[in-house]
């Protein structure tokens, strides 16, 4: 089983930057993939960026040339710088892992969630 807390999150002005962080405490048997998914007042929760084992990544075509995701730390920790916040990046941001427990069965685990809030 892994724990998965995020960090980071706060009050910035449009054009702003603000660098998230997630903590892994245990681990899964094996990582298939991370990523940051967030979640607006009445919306249902959205991809933002995710990172496969192998290192391919993918984003929403809204966050697109303004945030990144990386990982360090034998895939323990994970980031994701947001710059040029729009205030519709304005949301409840929550880390996430999908993996193996064991040798057959994949679940996806999720952080209690950071907020992130961009005023124009």
């Known amino acids: 089983q892994v724990q998965l807390v995020e960090s980071g999150g706060g009050l910035v002005q449009a054009g702003g930057s603000l660098r998230l962080s997630c903590t892994a405490s245990?681990?899964?048997?094996?990582?298939?993939?991370m990523g940051w998914y967030r979640q607006a007042p009445g919306k249902e929760r959205e991809l933002v960026a995710t990172?496969?084992?192998?290192?391919?990544?993918n984003y929403a075509d809204s966050v697109k040339g303004r945030f990144t995701i990386s990982t360090d730390n034998g895939k323990t920790l994970m980031y994701l710088q947001m710059n040029s916040l729009k205030p519709e990046d304005t949301a409840i941001y929550y880390c996430?892992?999908?993996?193996?427990?064991?040798?057959?069965?994949?679940?996806?685990?999720w952080g209690q969630g950071t907020q992130v809030t961009v005023s124009s």
């Open positions: 990172v496969t084992s192998g290192g391919s990544t």
């Open positions: 996430n892992q999908r993996g193996y427990s064991d040798y057959t069965s994949w679940d996806d685990y």
């Open positions: 245990g681990s899964l048997f094996r990582v298939v993939a």
